[in-house]
């Protein structure tokens, strides 16, 4: 399985972004979804994940409120929508798949078998 995420960019605090990640390669092994950031001088942090179904979805209590994890399995892509944006939430945003069930929000706990590339978002004060 391929992950490529786009969608990043600069934007001013109180702004919008919408990143995607679409899926090639393997897609039937495709699974739950999530989305992870890496700030500067930061360790990689877990920001949301998704049900296959899509009816499950888990976000860490920063982005709640404020980010939507969303997905569309015909287009074989998942979206994550981050409204009102903040300085801190500068980073690199990865997205990554698990062919295993959803099951439970583990959130970060979650070990994911597939990794996109990153795509780099900056939200300036």
């Known amino acids: 399985v391929q992950l490529q995420a786009s969608g990043g960019g600069l934007v001013q605090a109180g702004g919008s972004l919408r990143l995607s990640c679409t899926a090639s390669?393997?897609?039937?092994?495709?699974?739950?979804m999530g989305w992870f950031r890496q700030g500067p001088g930061k360790e990689r942090e877990f920001v949301a994940d998704?049900?296959?179904?899509?009816?499950?979805?888990y976000y860490t209590d920063s982005v709640k409120g404020r980010f939507t994890i969303s997905r569309d399995n015909a287009k074989n892509t998942m979206y994550l929508q981050m409204n009102s944006l903040k300085p801190e939430d500068t980073a690199i945003y990865y997205c990554?798949?698990?062919?295993?069930?959803?099951?439970?929000?583990?959130?970060?706990?979650?070990?994911?078998?597939?990794w996109g590339q990153g795509t780099l978002v900056t939200v300036s004060s």
């Open positions: 990554a798949a698990d062919p295993r069930p959803y099951n439970s929000p583990l959130g970060g706990r979650r070990n994911y078998d597939y």
């Open positions: 390669g393997r897609i039937f092994s495709v699974n739950t």
């Open positions: 998704i049900s296959r179904s899509g009816r499950n979805t």
